[in-house]
Nanobody, 121 residues
Framework: QVQLVESGGGTVQSGGSLSLSCATS????????IGWVRQAPGKEREEVLC????????TEADSVKGRFTISRDDAESTVYLHMTNLKPEDTAVYYC??????????????WGKGVLVTVSS
């Protein structure tokens, strides 16, 4: 049974930092790309960062470029999202999601339940 469990959400002031973790189980973590997707109220889901499984190549959305980074620990089957210089517009529910292949260009497959990140001004 595939499971993805996010942790680390909360409230932070504008300009602050926060890190999220996503612990996974039930599949070969090191075979698949994995990403972080967020959804703000009234907005569409946006994959903000993804990391491939083959060579660790990352892709990022323009909205978080230079502020957020993604990393993965294949030994622990865990992916991390490190967020700095947070802005109120980063407020959203953040989900981790697997891709169906090793590349971030493949479709997303399994999702966690998400954690709320609130950035106060």
């Amino acid at each position: 049974q595939v499971q993805l469990v996010e942790s680390g959400g909360g409230t932070v002031q504008s300009g602050g930092s926060l890190s999220l973790s996503c612990a996974t189980s039930g599949f070969r973590f090191d075979w698949y790309a994995i990403g972080w997707v967020r959804q703000a109220p009234g907005k569409e889901r946006e994959e903000v960062l993804c990391i491939s499984s083959s060579d660790g190549t990352t892709t990022e959305a323009d909205s978080v470029k230079g502020r957020f980074t993604i990393s993965r620990d294949d030994a622990e089957s865990t992916v991390y999202l490190h967020m700095t210089n947070l802005k109120p517009e980063d407020t959203a529910v953040y989900y981790c999601a697997t891709h169906v292949g090793s590349s971030c260009e493949s479709n997303m497959d399994y999702w966690g339940k998400g954690v709320l990140v609130t950035v106060s001004s």
